[in-house]
């Protein structure tokens, strides 16, 4: 059996070390044959395929970003694409599968080629944490992990100058990176998508934080609307799927909580760093759970299925129990770290 592996969408921390699961135990377990499908699936369209043996792999667990290359290609676009003409091209390459590690739009292309006839395996990947179906995904606890340090360095500069700071991290329409950030760095206000707050709101928790001789730390996604918004905001045009590309809140928080408040207020984006340098402890033990468990499902030929986290157990569901709908904050965990404000 000849398997194609791909990392399609967005990258983060631990797509590496799924890759080397998977080549470890399907290679070793199973004798099967792995090649690498280079930048997402462009590389199925066009066929742009290499071998993946055990020396391309070592050492990549504790290594950012993706060897494979990515990219947010539609396999049903272009003259090479559909999937005719990719059962076409795997054929000729002798390939009997694929293992397509992505989040949503990565997973509904892979929903579809499945029903279309292509055997597919799933892996779960976003920063987000927004895909259903898996109680986690790899590269959101880096990404927490990275904000959580931003901030404790912003907390020490904004003490010193009793500034108020706004964080913004990524979450276009989640906010669980700012939930868990916010909470562990001891956020004074955490401004998600799912919970719109207006300014006189935001204000007043600053304020109070301000009066108690605190220097205020504001959490924002990026995704986060204020009151009365009708989109979040973007000033930075649209993206290969044709979404606003999302940054700035925090630039349109700030001068708003200074003039409010008066008080010095400072804004910083952490932007693609939460993306990247290497997966932490948490995310390569994960990534490579869910490596392994993909290669038993190649194996098993349980085709059409998607490997998540469910407690502490690697299970196997259907593409769709991920797809349709987010992983948003329920209310109650927002009220929960709401206490903790101002």
Not at 183 to 195: L, W
Not at 219 to 243: C, I, P, Q, W
Request: hydrophobic fraction near 40%; charged fraction near 20%.
């Amino acid at each position: 059996m000849k398997i194609g592996i791909l990392t399609s969408g967005g990258d983060c921390p631990g797509l590496n070390a799924v890759i080397r699961g998977i080549v470890l135990k399907a290679s070793i377990a199973y004798d099967i044959e792995l090649v690498g499908i280079r930048d997402g699936w462009r590389g199925v369209v066009d066929g742009d395929f290499f071998p993946l043996t055990r020396h391309e792999v070592k050492g990549l667990s504790k290594v950012g970003g993706t060897i494979l290359g990515t990219s947010r290609t539609n396999p049903y676009e272009g003259p090479r694409g559909g999937a005719e003409n990719i059962s076409k091209t795997l054929y000729g390459h002798h390939i009997d599968g694929i293992i397509a590690i992505g989040g949503e739009g990565t997973l509904a292309a892979a929903n579809r080629l499945a029903g279309d006839g292509i055997n597919v395996i799933g892996v779960p990947k976003t920063i987000d944490n927004d895909l259903r179906g898996t109680d986690y995904s790899f590269g959101f606890d880096t990404a927490v992990n990275i904000a959580s340090e931003a901030m404790d360095r912003l907390r020490t500069t904004g003490d010193s100058h009793q500034r108020c700071m706004v964080a913004e991290v990524m979450g276009r329409h989640v906010g669980w990176i700012a939930l868990h950030a916010g909470m562990a760095s001891g956020a004074h206000v955490i401004c998600i998508p799912e919970v719109p707050l207006s300014i006189d709101e935001i204000v007043s928790l600053v304020s109070k934080a301000h009066d108690r001789g605190r220097a205020p730390l504001v959490v924002v996604s990026e995704g986060f609307t204020l009151k009365g918004m009708d989109e979040a905001y973007s000033d930075k045009g649209l993206d290969a799927f044709n979404r606003p590309r999302l940054g700035g809140i925090a630039e349109v928080l700030a001068p708003e909580i200074e003039k409010l408040t008066g008080i010095e207020t400072r804004a910083t984006v952490l932007g693609h760093i939460q993306r990247g340098g290497s997966p932490s402890a948490f995310d390569r033990v994960l990534a490579t759970r869910l490596g392994l468990a993909a290669a038993d499902a190649v194996h098993d030929q349980a085709w059409g299925k998607m490997v998540a986290l469910h407690n502490t157990d690697i299970v196997r569901i259907p593409f769709e129990d991920a797809l349709g709908e987010l992983n948003s904050v329920p209310q109650y965990r927002y009220d929960e770290a709401a206490v903790l404000f101002g």
